[in-house]
């Protein structure tokens, strides 16, 4: 802000001239909002996205919450755009898919080729989050595990098995989620930490530790080398 033209007037923000006049800068943005409005199937709802727990706004600039879906009974999904029944018939094919990849990687002998595949499939079963029951979730992560640390044995090279960072996180984001609900309707009877939670984190510490193992092997002279804390 300042006077137009060749003058020697000095030029101030407007939140400093707004503060000098005595006049409110803060800025109040909107709450955000879900999907589709939930396809009026649903409620929309605030949480915290590192505790899971509810708040009671969630401004456009708060990285630290996000909008959900609470669906009217019957339906599901992110935005409550699928019936219940359909996403229970969804779940179930995708939790028998599962279990097939799961007996595959026991029978099958592990090379760079088929732990390339393993991961791959991983990759496209764990893809529609909403699909992806806890038991699968938790099967995901042991395939996980025993592809990466056949990989590290192998000297498979870390773009060959890529796609198992976002299998993990789908797996972890579903396991999470689960354990959070569980936790906050048994809290009043509690208080010590659920002991799944801790099996969820040291198995998840595990495999980032053998990602860390494959990504080694392909580092070099001069590159980093990969630090799980």
């Given at each position: 802000i300042g006077d137009s033209g060749p003058l020697n007037?000095?030029?101030?923000?407007?939140?400093?001239?707004?503060?000098?006049?005595?006049?409110?800068?803060?800025?109040?943005?909107?709450?955000?909002?879900?999907?589709h409005d939930c396809f009026h199937q649903g409620r929309c709802y605030f949480i915290n996205?590192?505790?899971?727990?509810?708040?009671?706004?969630?401004?456009?600039?708060?990285?630290?919450?996000?909008?959900?879906?609470?669906?009217?009974?019957?339906?599901?999904?992110?935005?409550?755009?699928?019936t219940q029944a359909d996403l229970d018939a969804s779940t179930s094919v995708r939790d028998a898919l599962v279990s097939n990849l799961v007996s595959l990687t026991q029978g099958e002998e592990p090379s760079v080729e088929s732990i390339s595949g393993w991961v791959s499939g991983l990759a496209m079963l764990t893809a529609v989050k909403n699909e992806v029951s806890l038991e699968s979730a938790a099967s995901a992560m042991n395939v996980a595990q025993y592809s990466m640390s056949n990989a590290a044995t192998l000297g498979a090279s870390a773009t060959t098995v890529s796609a198992v960072l976002s299998a993990?996180?789908?797996?972890?984001?579903?396991?999470?989620?689960?354990?959070?609900?569980?936790?906050?309707?048994?809290?009043?009877?509690a208080n010590s930490v659920d002991p799944s939670t801790a099996d969820?984190?040291?198995?998840?510490?595990?495999?980032?530790?053998t990602i860390g193992l494959v990504v080694m092997n392909d580092l070099v002279l001069g590159q980093a080398a990969f630090v799980s804390a």
């Open positions: 007037s000095l030029c101030m923000s407007l939140a400093v001239l707004q503060a000098q006049q005595g006049q409110s800068t803060v800025v109040k943005y909107a709450n955000k909002t879900c999907s996205v590192n505790t899971l727990e509810t708040v009671p706004e969630c401004t456009l600039d708060d990285a630290s919450c996000s909008a959900k879906c609470q669906c009217d009974a019957g339906y599901a999904g992110d935005a409550c755009d699928l993990t996180d789908v797996a972890l984001t579903v396991t999470t989620t689960s354990t959070s609900k569980a936790q906050r309707r048994l809290r009043h009877l969820s984190v040291n198995k998840t510490r595990d495999l980032m530790n």
